[in-house]
Nanobody, 125 residues
Framework: QVQLVEAGGGLVQAGGSLRLSCAVSGSGRTFRSTAMAWFRHAPGKEREFVAAISASGGMTYYGDSVKGRFAISRDNGKDTVYLEMNSLKPEDTAVYYC????????????????WGQGTQVTVSS
């Protein structure tokens, strides 16, 4: 059974940086054929697409609110996906979730069938 475990969340001041990681276990050799994504969920808002990366890592996609500030990457040798977050803003405060699907990268929650438990990111002003 595939499991995703996020790490790296915390409290940071506006303008600061954080790096999230998502370790994938139980995938066997399928991680290399798995598209990965990050979503976030802030109180009172719908879950929002943040970034996605293709199985090979050759294609990346970003939500409009994070373009130019966040970067998604993956290490297929370590079965891990990362989210580098720079120039953080208070509106980036949310629980960040890692998600996986055995197909092409996508930007909607319904297209992902495996989710992590989330990691809290809080950006103070």
């Amino acid at each position: 059974q595939v499991q995703l475990v996020e790490a790296g969340g915390g409290l940071v001041q506006a303008g600061g940086s954080l790096r999230l990681s998502c370790a994938v276990s139980g995938s066997g050799r399928t991680f290399r054929s798995t598209a990965m994504a990050w979503f976030r969920h802030a109180p009172g808002k719908e879950r929002e697409f943040v970034a996605a990366i293709s199985a090979s890592g050759g294609m990346t996609y970003y939500g409009d609110s994070v373009k130019g500030r966040f970067a998604i990457s993956r290490d297929n040798g370590k079965d891990t996906v990362y989210l580098e977050m720079n120039s953080l803003k208070p509106e980036d405060t949310a629980v960040y979730y890692c998600a996986a699907r055995q197909s092409r990268a996508a930007s909607t929650t319904a297209q992902y069938d495996v989710w992590g438990q989330g990691t809290q990111v809080t950006v103070s002003s």
